[in-house]
């Protein structure tokens, strides 16, 4: 703490923040980041490209080399080395869709608080409940398999499952952990579980892999529905701050009854720093449960810990799977 007295420009810049989301989802959905790429060397090459006029490629120029999203380059720009990997259609790499995925809850955050006034009865799937169908849950998951697939191949290069034979992915959507680990376990069989709609999807997308022999998709809503039995591995992947630390430890007792003794249990989940200080992503993912009258709450490690260890894991630990997103807690169900 300093002696400074304070000034409002922090507060003002936090209620202009907004206009950065808004910048950078107008980015994505022009193709603005794909034009630099390709027509970087002047603004009225990204201009003609775009099929704007030149005044507004300036002003989303001066934006975006503000947001530090795009770069000199001699007498033209080009995209920041993130941008560039991610943000520029038509790549393997492109993750525009899930990086924009949010723009869709733009006019629910408007009434953030106008929605803290609500006094419940709280729903348990909260936004799961709100007029989810299959055409949502398709262009849901296009959004999360872009970056899924990356993070369920990282997943695997930190969690050895060899020898492992039933593999259940709780809220599983696009499969993308079990597509991925069918094809690096070729003894490995997967059940992706997820909701009604979801599972349409699911299933589309591990055709798509050609995994469709080890990899099958069931309805099951992991908050009330049994599991399958005979499972070794069961995983469940970005569910966490959606469900109260009530729900999750119920969700974590009925996988620890599910596994067959000796199986292990993984979630990786976007967790709050034990201080209640951030990340920012977690932080923001509870809010879930204000906007879409839900059971949400953000979790600390050691409240996850608590789950683990009070449905019987041993072996329980907590570590950064994807920095300020999602940590990774896994146990072990003893053998006897
Ligand atoms: C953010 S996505 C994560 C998908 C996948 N685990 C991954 O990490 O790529 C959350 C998924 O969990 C599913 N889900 C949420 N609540 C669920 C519930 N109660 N039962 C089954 N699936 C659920 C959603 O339908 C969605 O497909």
């Not at 003002?12 to 980041?33: D, P, R, Y």
């Not at 899930?98 to 006019?107: G, L, V, Y």
Request: glycine fraction near 8%.
């Amino acid at each position: 703490m300093t002696n400074e007295r304070p000034t409002t420009v922090r507060l003002q810049k936090m209620s202009w923040a907004f206009t950065e989301s808004a910048v950078l989802f107008a980015a994505i959905q022009s193709g603005f980041f794909t034009a630099v790429s390709t027509h970087g060397e002047s603004s009225q090459a990204i201009a003609d490209a775009m099929g704007i006029t030149d005044a507004n490629a300036q002003r989303m120029i001066v934006a975006l080399l503000t947001m530090d999203l795009i770069e000199p380059d001699g007498e033209g720009f080009r995209n920041a080395p993130d941008v560039e990997r991610f943000l520029v259609e038509n790549t393997r790499s492109y993750a525009g869709r899930w990086i924009s995925w949010f723009h869709h809850q733009w006019e629910n955050w408007g009434k953030l608080g106008d929605r803290l006034q609500n006094k419940g009865p709280e729903q348990t799937l909260g936004f799961y409940n709100e007029g989810f169908t299959v055409e949502h849950a398709r262009r849901y998951h296009q959004a999360t398999s872009s970056v899924g697939l990356g993070a369920a191949r990282k997943f695997l290069a930190e969690v050895d499952l060899s020898g492992r034979h039933k593999l259940l992915d709780l809220g599983g959507g696009s499969g993308a952990y079990s597509i991925e680990a069918a094809k690096k376990y070729p003894e490995l069989q997967a059940v992706v579980l997820d909701l009604a709609e979801v599972v349409v999807i699911s299933r589309e997308f591990i055709s798509e892999h050609g995994v469709e022999d080890r990899v099958s998709a069931e309805k099951c809503d992991f908050t009330s529905d049994p599991f399958p039995d005979g499972a070794d591995v069961i995983l469940m992947n970005s569910n966490l701050p959606q469900y109260s630390g009530e729900v999750i430890a119920q969700v974590v007792q009925k996988a620890y009854d599910a596994l067959v003794p000796g199986g292990e249990m993984h979630i990786c989940g976007e967790m709050i720093n034990e201080d209640w200080h951030g990340p920012l992503i977690p932080a923001m993912c509870a809010i879930h449960g204000v906007l879409f009258n839900s059971t949400a709450l953000p979790h600390r490690p050691s409240e996850c810990i608590g789950y683990f260890e009070a449905a019987g894991f041993v072996d329980v630990s907590v570590r950064e799977f994807i920095p300020d997103i999602l940590q990774h807690i896994t146990g072990r169900k003893p053998k006897i």
